[in-house]
């Protein structure tokens, strides 16, 4: 049997362990996903002390399975720490950070959210293939389906998300900078922001100093915290979400605006067009001047935006919540068949006295 370890925060990861926890049948344990030295010790203290095994449901808990003396599995959302490290990270971090790609290696099994986050395991780790299954994020279609409560009484552009550097917002705000030059088209269109700064307050001081700089005072606005319902609802009334991201191990906000029938411009790169398959429309995360032609495509071409609408939610159709759980309970009986095989190899054989595998010894 498996032991689930759930976060509690807000964030796609841990709408990922919350959304599973919910679904697969298996005991679950609540923790946040950040911790104190006391409190891991804590945690591996109560986890030693189950007979489960153990499912981690986040790669910032894989330091722990270090310290467990039992197999476990982690599922690895991304490896942003290896592929976009802080520059600001302290010692400690940059320890835990070393803890965790360790972690990953003595892992029996690690689960992939996608073919790209697999990709970077094998690159930046070494992890072998056959110790990666990709199972990929779902949605929650009872919330997130086209809905018809308007959010502003003007047209607008979303983003959803933080402002860490590898988000790219800067680019976004010079691609919307670049379409307001033409105020008879876009005069009263906006873009609005929903998700809090991130890791740090200077991400939300540089972004209002890039704003000022574009001269966009007036045309970002930005919503802190919302409900999954509304979100929503902001998905269903925008002209587009834009997702420019350097770097995304899935990218869940892509496919909830699809399933609520908001058009998508995703960034080609990472694990966005993978995600996306043919339902979005790719940019060069790096080029302003693209993303700016591919907001007003989106947002003055009736036909294409209809097209993506109607791709985007076929595409959405085919991630849920319900399969994501089927999967990892399919890999949950596959491990546990494998270790049961491997502990009939060495039990003593109950006919010969001799264990399995290792030939009697010759009696003269």
Known sequence: MVLLVATVEKSGIDRYSQELSRRVSVPTMQSRRYLSLRDSFRLVRQLRQTSHQIHLTSQHFARHGLFLGKPFIVTVHDLVRICFPFTSETIPEKLGL??????????????????????????????????????????????????????????YLLYVGTERPRKNLGTLLRAFAL?????????????????????????????????????????????????????????????????????????????????????????????????????????????????????????????LKQELVKKGLGRAKQFSWERTARETMQLYHRIEADLATDKRRIMPSQDAGEPIGVPPLRRR
């Open 98 to 155: 070393r803890l965790d790609a360790l972690g990953l290696k003595k892992a029996q099994h690690i689960i992939a959210v996608s073919e790209c986050t697999k990709a970077d395991l094998m690159h930046y780790l070494g992890i072998p293939e056959d110790k990666i299954t990709v199972i990929y994020n779902g949605v929650d279609h009872t919330v997130f389906r086209p809905v018809h409560e308007r959010r502003f009484d003007f047209p």
């Open 179 to 303: 379409l307001k030059t033409d105020t008879a088209t876009f005069g009263e269109l906006k873009l609005v922001k929903v998700g809090g700064a991130g890791r740090t307050d200077k991400f939300r001081h540089k972004t209002l100093s890039e704003v000022r700089r574009l001269g966009l005072e007036d045309q970002v606005i930005f919503v802190d915290g919302v409900s999954d319902q509304s979100l929503a609802s902001y998905y269903s009334s925008a002209a587009a979400l834009i997702m420019p991201s350097l770097y995304e191990g899935f990218g869940l906000p892509l496919i909830e605006a699809m399933a609520c029938g908001c058009p998508v411009i995703a960034s080609n790169s990472s694990s966005l067009p993978e995600v996306a398959g043919n339902a979005a429309l790719l940019i060069d995360p790096l080029d302003s001047y693209g993303l700016s032609e591919a907001m007003r495509r989106v947002t003055t071409d009736y036909a």
